[in-house]
Structures are given as C-alpha cells and as structure tokens.
C-alpha cells in the first residue's frame, strides 16, 4: 500500500510541475509585448533543429532582459533565415541595424534578402549604405554593379564615379586597389561603349594580373574597333 501512496504523490508532484510549466509559459508569453511575438515567432510548421532551438531560446532570453542586444537579434534573424522566414529575417536584421547602423553584416544580409525577394530598389541601399561605411568592401560594389546593370538600368551611370572612388579610397595606403575595381570599370566602359576608357582599364587589368585570357580576348576585340 506504501509502495502504491508513493507512486500517486509522485505522479501529483509531476502533474503540478508541468502544470507550473505550462503557467510560467503561458505567463512569459502573455507578458511579451506584440512586437516581441512578432519578432520571436515562427511560421506554421516549422520546427528547428535542437541546436536551432537553444541559439533561438537563449537569444529569446537574452532580449527580454535587454531589446537593443544587436546580436541575440542577429541570432534570431539568422535561424529565420534558415527556415526561409525572410519577411521575420528582415524585421530581426533591421532591428539590430536601429542599434549597429554601419554594421557591414547586417547590411550584407539585407541587401542579400531584398534582392531574393526582388526588392531592388532596398537591396541596393544596403549596398550603397556598405560603400558609404566601408568602401574597402569589394563585393558591395560586384552586387550594386548587378543590379544597377539588370535591375536598375536609369542608375547603372552612377556606377562609374563609385567605382573611380572606391580606387582612390583602396589607394589611401599605398599601393593598387585591388584589381576587381579596374575590372569592373573596364566592363562598365565596354557595356557603356566608351571604348577609349575600356581599353584602359582592361590594360590596367592585364597589367596587374597578365594571366587574364578573357580580358586579353576583349582588349585585343576593342582594339579592332
């Protein structure tokens, strides 16, 4: 009978734990502001990775001691990321952009996440908003010259003075920029057909890195013009 009481008063211990559970959850959940439950839910279905749900619960956690932590949000953004939440993604990314504004992470991320959702005209301003904060940052210019090319055709011109910047700001130091630059100017002269600057800046190229086969090919067609 002993044996048969302890039993019952374990099996109540247990219920009222995850009774107590339940209401602790309940209560931390209701006490979240809408913008929290906004920002800390997930779309239907979507179940995370045991390593996914420890990085989400401990960032949870860490921004309802402290809202400006930029980078428990940058955790959260990430595993939205991953399960394809990109609208969530954007609001944890710009969120954590309030509190680190020149950021390049965050800025790359968003301009990576508007151009998959084809918003264009964002996307680019993260890229313009990296050239502006660290103009070293090379693959800001390869996709702003893209989407300026493709998508933005009316702006693709102002790609020119960026680039001719970008030179003079790599070269504060001493020494060439890196070669990409002089690359991409050669293919902005040649797309734009100011053939005189194209075969500058391919020569440019071939001068700094002579192994270059396409730019040899393309600087020799230029010169048959």
Do not use: H
């Not at 734009?192 to 600087?219: G, Q």
Request: charged share 30%.
């Amino acid at each position: 009978m002993a044996k048969e009481y302890k039993k019952v008063i374990i099996a109540i211990i247990v219920l009222v734990l995850i009774i107590g559970a339940g209401v602790f959850i309940y209560y931390q959940n209701t006490k979240l502001t809408p913008e929290q439950k906004e920002l800390f839910s997930l779309p239907e279905g979507v179940e995370l990775t045991q390593e996914q749900k420890m990085e989400y619960d401990a960032a949870r956690t860490a921004l309802e001691e402290n809202p400006n932590d930029a980078l428990a949000l940058i955790i959260i953004a990430q595993i939205k990321y991953q399960v394809q939440d990109l609208d969530g993604a954007i609001k944890a990314y710009s969120g954590a952009l309030e509190i680190q504004p020149t950021n390049t992470s965050i800025l790359n991320n968003l301009g990576d996440i508007y151009r998959q959702k084809r918003d264009y005209e964002k996307s680019a301003g993260m890229y313009r908003k990296i050239i502006e904060t660290n103009p070293k940052w090379i693959n800001a210019y390869r996709e702003l010259v893209d989407i300026y090319y493709y998508y933005i055709s009316d702006k693709y011109p102002e790609m020119e003075e960026l680039l001719l910047t970008g030179i003079e700001k790599n070269k504060e130091f001493g020494g060439e920029a890196p070669v990409d630059f002089y690359s991409m100017l050669a293919v902005f002269y040649d797309r734009t057909e100011n053939v005189a600057k194209a075969i500058e800046y391919f020569e440019k190229v071939l001068e700094l890195t002579p192994e270059n086969d396409s730019a040899k090919i393309r600087l020799e067609e230029l010169k048959q013009l």
